[in-house]
C-alpha cells in the first residue's frame, strides 16, 4: 500500500527556513506525479508545489521564488525547500501523491511562522 511519510515542519521566525521531507513507498516513485499541499486553519486545502517523474515543476504563486521542490528517485523522497518564510505560510503541509485518478496523502506537518 502507498504509505508517505513527511517530516521536517516546526517552528520558524519570519525571513527564516525549513526544509519538508516526504518519504514514499508502495509505489512507482520515479513516474509518479508528487506534490506538496497546505492547509491554513479555516481555509481550503491549496497546492503549493508540483514535480513530475521527469522533472517538470509548478508552483503557487505566492512561494514562486521562495520555495523549492525537489526529488531524490534513489531515497524515493520529495523536498520542500522554504525560504523567506512568511506568517501566512503558516499551515499544516501535506505530501501528495498523484497517480491517474487516484491520490494518496501522507499524514501532515505543521509548518508555523512567527512574526
Known amino acids: 500500500q502507498v504509505q508517505l511519510v513527511e517530516s521536517g515542519g516546526g517552528l520558524v521566525q519570519a525571513g527564516g527556513s525549513l526544509r519538508l521531507s516526504c518519504a514514499a513507498s508502495?509505489?512507482?516513485?520515479?513516474?509518479?506525479?508528487m506534490g506538496w499541499y497546505r492547509q491554513a486553519p479555516g481555509r481550503r486545502r491549496e497546492l503549493v508545489a508540483t514535480?513530475?517523474?521527469?522533472?517538470?515543476?509548478d508552483y503557487e504563486d505566492s512561494v514562486k521564488g521562495r520555495f523549492t521542490v525537489s526529488r531524490d528517485t534513489d531515497k524515493n523522497t520529495v523536498y520542500l525547500q522554504m525560504g523567506s518564510l512568511k506568517p501566512e505560510d503558516t499551515a499544516v503541509y501535506y505530501c501528495?501523491?498523484?497517480?491517474?485518478?487516484?491520490?494518496?496523502w501522507g499524514q501532515g506537518t505543521q509548518v508555523t511562522v512567527s512574526s
Open positions: 501528495n501523491a498523484h497517480m491517474g485518478r487516484y491520490d494518496f
Open positions: 508502495g509505489l512507482i516513485f520515479r513516474t509518479t506525479r
Open positions: 514535480i513530475t517523474g521527469t522533472g517538470n515543476i
